[in-house]
């Protein structure tokens, strides 16, 4: 059990947590949760005792193991195999005694012990979690060293899980992960036989991999059952409550402080007023709702409409060896309004396929015929590092508008989704998430007919993401999409294409159906053969396409009555201040009773109204699933 009472952490004059409280109990698997920078990497830095917090404690059980990743990824000699083999230290300690021990009542423990722990299986559990973070047999017998940073990194997240702790701290470890990685780490978290805690802004994995959410907000951890659309339901439908409940309580309170600032001088009446002072002084104050704003991500719209095709290959070979190409004898068609998400594991080629997309690499034979004046942009993470480090948002655009007035940039800066105050901040000094949102607005400056995402979700939160889902599908033009965010995908792509043995063939199963596949390790062709018994891929998008205009007059009705209840909202706060007037019941009864009858009646309409928001929401969430 994992208790944390009363946590208080202050770092550089901030306060990211005070007084915060949880217990998770065994066996529990959550998803710690929470707006960038709110502190859920600083918790886990006090949960494993790196961090000392100003007061409160953190309290494990007695002989709690506790695994995280390491901060450094494994550059050595040693294979990856013996690298996370080497991760049990109880086990290598047990055979090495094993070794040398010659009483035979130790020697029957030591072996107790091991046949205890799976000693005598450990490297075909060592091999199998190798293998579903993809490596084959071939990777795991090289040394560690051979491998880029991104690699060595799912080698140390291949040993924390061979070791197998009692409490298992993940932070965000999809980063490194492709959506192959990401489909097997959330079947293995589900089937862990001890306590998680994961940090992640993927919504399908904390849908699928956890039964409970933590969520760190204004400085407080709260505990909530279920996954994270449970959790973002519950929330809102409490938060619409509080509102709801501070409003009520507001209103009595005006009402109880007019009576005693009318009265308290009247000597007929003070006893009456007095009362009313001390319900005013017992009464427990409801916090106002406090939702964090989250700028919109947009994309420009193409600045030039092209027939489709906008792309054609024919029988293409391409790669970065003449002698070993990587993709052999494509023959592919996009389109102006495609949205095409690209799957299959790190190394088959799928990066490689997007630079020849976007241009960046020549095929070394075959045909490729574009579209005249057709403009494609492309993001890949690794460009985070092309930004320049000290130069502002505002420098980097105004390098795009050398002859534009300073409020037009920085108008431009605003569209990208980066906050007034960090207009200035140097880029070096920007979050993952604001380097992710300029890097966007810069490659999508011009308004490309073509728009290709290599990993766009690394840095941002799910808020984030979720307004990345709004802006490509509203975005007028081509998508092709590299993700291992399954919600992402779901939520954006029409059709898939699997990247596999040198080939790009169309997959034309949902994204359940390529779960499937790549958790039984079917082979790409019965799988499709399988998907297309269910629905062609012409049906998908035509589906896709009518779902998604569904959905539009579902979203201007659920605007509506937003507007509707600012309006009576409005009217409310009128009629109060009119209230307020501790003279309007003498001078004018039947105008108070009017005006009395008139707040009764709006805030009637506004319960009214708040439940109609409350059914359409339900039912615009329910579709945007199914449409996924």
Known sequence: MLTITDLTYRIAGRTLLEKASVVIHDGAKVGLVGRNGTGKTTLFGLIAGDLSPESGSVD?????KLGRVAQEAPGTDQSLLDFVLAADTERLALLAEAETATDPHRIAEIQIRLADIGAHSAEARAATILAGLGFDAADQLRPCKDFSGGWRMRV??????FAEPDLLLLDEPTNYLDLEGTVWLQSYVQKYPHTVLLISHDRDLLDTAVDHICHLDQMRLTLWRGGYSSFARQRREKLLLQEKAREKQEARRKHLQAFVDRFKAKASKATQA??????LEKM???DAVVEDHVEPITFPPPRAKIAPPILVFDKLTVGYDPARPVLRNLSLRIDDDDRIALLGKNGNGKSTLAKLIAGRLEPFDGDVTRATKIEIAYFAQHQLDELRPAESAVEHVRRMMPDQPEAKVRSRVARMGLETSKMDTPARELSGGEKARLLLGLATFHGPNLLILDEPTNHLDIDSRESLIE???????????ISHDRHLVEATADRLWLVADGQVKPFDGDMADYTRYVLSGTSGQKAD???ADKVTNADRRRLAAERRAQLAPLRKQIQAVESRIETLRKSVAKLDG????????TRDPAKGAKLSKERADALKAIDAAEEEWLELSGTYEAAELEAG
Do not use: C, H, W, Y
Request: charged share 20%; proline share 2%; hydrophobic share 65%.
């Open 156 to 161: 140390a997240l291949a040993a924390v899980l």
């Open 284 to 286: 427990e104050i409801i």
């Open 529 to 531: 053969a399988k998907a």
């Open 60 to 64: 494990l059980k007695r002989a709690m």
């Open 471 to 481: 802006a490509l599908n509203t975005f007028d033009g081509a998508v092709i999409l």
């Open 578 to 585: 009119a209230l307020a007037d501790p003279d309007l019941f």
């Open 274 to 279: 007095q009362s009313r002072v001390k319900m």
